[in-house]
């Protein structure tokens, strides 16, 4: 069973760029056939999804946050990566990673992980 | 793109049945059966109960199940139980490989 960890900074100042890292224990994700994708959750507030990476390297971003969004996959590391740039107090939420399962037949979203918070704040 | 409307809130005894309603659009509830259901507890990240608008993932008891019409899709439990209360979420495939969730419904077993 596949363990998913977010971690990186806490506290990311105005118009700077947010990174993250998930982190994927359990097994290796080279050459496997695993959708990434990460979502968001700001305080007191509901989901909302911003990208997923699929195994073939395409990545699909939500149209709203896209000219700012890179999600990338380092099989190296076992990490997939998440980078918001220009950020404002609006980016301030729990950004979680998961495994996205997308085919023609099913679609869903797990596991996921633990979630890490980000206030984005001078 | 909007959000899945969800009520913000709903609440059952134990033993008694619930449904929690996640309303879209033509764009997305209404043409995809790509829906799927999150139950978070608090501090926790999101777990998956159902997908494919009723379909359980291994693990997830019976006492849940889903079902779409038109632009809705709901989730019922039957049975409350204590450990059912939390938060829980509706996520629509919404077309151009984009993806839509709800604004989560705070479940309270009384």
């Known amino acids: 069973q596949l363990q998913l960890q977010e971690s990186g900074p806490g506290l990311v100042k105005p118009s700077e760029t947010l990174s993250l890292t998930c982190t994927v224990s359990?097994?290796?994700?080279?050459?496997?056939?695993?959708?990434w994708a990460w979502i968001r959750q700001p305080p007191g507030k509901g989901l909302e999804w911003i990208g997923t990476i699929y195994y073939s390297g395409n990545a699909y971003y939500n149209p709203s946050l896209q000219s700012r969004v890179t999600i990338s996959v380092d099989t190296s590391k076992n990490q997939i990566s998440l980078r918001v740039s220009s950020v404002t107090a609006a980016d301030t939420a729990v950004y979680y990673c998961?495994?996205?399962?997308?085919?023609?037949?099913?679609?869903?979203?797990?596991?996921w992980g633990q979630g890490t918070l980000v206030t984005v704040s001078s | 793109q909007s959000a899945l409307t969800q009520p913000a809130s709903v609440s059952g005894s134990p033993g008694q049945s619930i449904t929690i309603s996640c309303t879209g659009t033509s764009s997305d509830i209404g043409v995809y059966n790509f829906v799927s259901w999150y139950q978070q507890h608090p501090g926790k990240g999101p777990k998956l109960m159902l997908y494919?608008?009723?379909k359980r993932p291994s693990g997830v008891s019976n006492r849940f199940s889903g079902s779409k019409s038109g632009n809705t899709a709901s989730l019922t439990i039957s049975g409350l139980l204590a450990e059912d209360e939390g938060d829980y979420y509706c996520c629509s495939y919404a077309g151009s490989t984009t993806w839509l969730f709800g604004g989560g419904t705070k479940l309270t077993v009384l």
């Open positions: 998961a495994t996205h399962m997308n085919t023609v037949a099913t679609d869903w979203f797990d596991p």
């Open positions: 359990g097994d290796s994700i080279s050459g496997t056939s695993i959708n």
């Open positions: 494919d608008v009723s």
